[in-house]
């Protein structure tokens, strides 16, 4: 089990691809979405990715992507466990239909009875036994799971909702970018556009070539305004 920053590392070393993997039988993947590419590399390796979806107030273990779905499936956290009702609401509270996104609300007997000495945020965040978890999922027809984003990341540019993690998806298959992240920035015409910043392959990345990637994958608003290269994206102490 690791975090995708660990297994970026481990694919990154010389001899990687001539490495045994023969005794390894699967990755359990948690902390945070591994970018599809590098399920990709692994699953060249003969190493299917297991990815999952859990936080400390309902679980940690929810959503499991069995390894035989692992490229089916990719970038899916899968199935909800046993124990776990969900719901995908609107704004509204609406329930929303199959593929399309809104937040994702857990309720069972996994769920926190509150917050320690902190009755307001319990009130906010669980309603009628529901804990709102502040992520926003999809779920496909086939009843696997997909994270699209933090509601707290989502800026609006123009009127529409943007998701930083959709960008940051597509950037980091641009041949050039080794890491990503993506930011809403305040701007004067739109009300919020997009700020990437770009941790390169090489130090000297072409950010207009990358820029034109985004142009021909995402809708004209979500393409970033402002691109910066940076020499690495800060991280915490577990490389998340």
Request: aromatic share 10%; proline share 7%; charged share 25%.
């Given at each position: 089990?690791?975090v995708?920053?660990?297994l970026?590392?481990?694919?990154?070393?010389?001899g990687f691809?001539?490495?045994d993997f023969?005794?390894?039988?699967y990755?359990?993947v948690g902390g945070e979405?591994?970018p599809?590419?590098?399920i990709?590399t692994w699953?060249?390796?003969?190493?299917?990715?297991r990815q999952?979806?859990?936080?400390t107030?309902v679980?940690?273990?929810?959503?499991?992507?069995h390894?035989d779905?692992?490229?089916?499936?990719?970038?899916?956290?899968?199935?909800?466990n046993?124990?776990?009702?969900?719901r995908?609401?609107?704004?509204a509270?609406n329930?929303c239909?199959v593929?399309?996104?809104?937040?994702?609300?857990l309720?069972?007997?996994?769920?926190?009875?509150?917050y320690w000495?902190?009755?307001?945020?319990t009130q906010?965040n669980?309603?009628d036994g529901?804990?709102?978890?502040?992520?926003?999922v999809?779920e496909d027809?086939?009843?696997y799971?997909y994270v699209v984003?933090?509601?707290k990341?989502m800026?609006?540019s123009?009127?529409?909702?943007v998701?930083?993690?959709e960008?940051?998806r597509?950037?980091?298959?641009h041949p050039?970018v080794a890491?990503?992240?993506?930011?809403?920035?305040?701007?004067?015409?739109?009300?919020?556009?997009?700020?990437?910043?770009?941790?390169?392959k090489?130090?000297?990345?072409d950010?207009?070539s990358?820029?034109?990637?985004?142009?021909?994958?995402?809708?004209w608003?979500k393409?970033?305004k402002?691109?910066?290269q940076?020499?690495e994206?800060?991280?915490?102490?577990t490389?998340?």
């Amino acid at each position: 089990m690791a975090v995708p920053t660990m297994l970026k590392m481990i694919a990154d070393q010389p001899g990687f691809s001539d490495a045994d993997f023969s005794a390894l039988l699967y990755l359990i993947v948690g902390g945070e979405p591994m970018p599809i590419p590098l399920i990709e590399t692994w699953d060249r390796q003969g190493v299917p990715v297991r990815q999952g979806y859990g936080l400390t107030e309902v679980g940690p273990n929810l959503f499991s992507l069995h390894q035989d779905d692992a490229m089916t499936k990719k970038g899916s956290i899968g199935r909800s466990n046993f124990y776990v009702q969900t719901r995908i609401v609107d704004e509204a509270g609406n329930d929303c239909p199959v593929n399309h996104p809104g937040e994702l609300l857990l309720k069972g007997p996994m769920v926190t009875p509150g917050y320690w000495r902190n009755e307001e945020a319990t009130q906010k965040n669980i309603s009628d036994g529901w804990f709102h978890t502040g992520d926003i999922v999809r779920e496909d027809e086939d009843h696997y799971f997909y994270v699209v984003d933090r509601i707290k990341n989502m800026f609006i540019s123009g009127g529409e909702n943007v998701y930083p993690a959709e960008i940051e998806r597509i950037l980091i298959t641009h041949p050039d970018v080794a890491s990503c992240a993506v930011i809403g920035v305040p701007d004067e015409r739109w009300g919020e556009v997009g700020f990437a910043f770009i941790q390169g392959k090489n130090p000297d990345s072409d950010l207009a070539s990358i820029e034109a990637y985004c142009q021909s994958q995402l809708a004209w608003f979500k393409v970033p305004k402002y691109f910066r290269q940076l020499d690495e994206i800060p991280k915490n102490d577990t490389e998340k």
